[in-house]
């Protein structure tokens, strides 16, 4: 069983910044990869960024690459997201969420993702 939690949400300004984190525990896989997704109300959960193990190869949602950064720490099992320049469409629900053996074409495919975490809420106001 594979659980996954994350924290670092809260509250920010328009131009501010907030870093969120993932921690993991449970379960053992050579190649996979953890993504995070938002999903703001109404709206369906879209993809935010992903990094692959074991070669920590990272992939960013469309028009996100340059303002947030994943990265990860193995030695503590977390994976983190930096987010930058954080404008008030950014305001969401954030989850991470975990894919076996992942692929370029599916890494970006919530349905291919077996394990989330409760989420964690980041608000932008203007």
């Known amino acids: 069983q594979v659980q996954l939690v994350e924290s670092g949400g809260g509250s920010v300004q328009t131009g501010g910044s907030l870093r969120l984190s993932c921690t993991a525990s449970?379960?053992?896989?050579?190649?996979?990869?953890v993504a995070w997704f938002r999903q703001a109300p109404g709206q369906e959960r879209e993809f935010v960024a992903a990094?692959?193990?074991?070669?920590?190869?990272?992939y960013y949602g469309d028009s996100l690459k340059g303002r947030f950064t994943m990265s990860r720490d193995n030695a503590k099992k977390t994976v983190y997201l930096q987010m930058n320049g954080l404008q008030p469409e950014d305001t969401a629900v954030y989850y991470c969420?975990?894919?076996?053996?992942?692929?370029?074409?599916?890494?970006?495919?919530?349905?291919?993702?077996?394990?989330w975490g409760q989420g964690t809420q980041v608000t932008v106001s203007s």
């Open positions: 990094i692959r193990w074991p070669n920590g190869a990272t």
């Open positions: 449970g379960g053992t896989s050579n190649s996979y990869a």
């Open positions: 969420a975990r894919i076996l053996n992942p692929i370029a074409s599916t890494i970006r495919s919530r349905d291919r993702y077996d394990y």
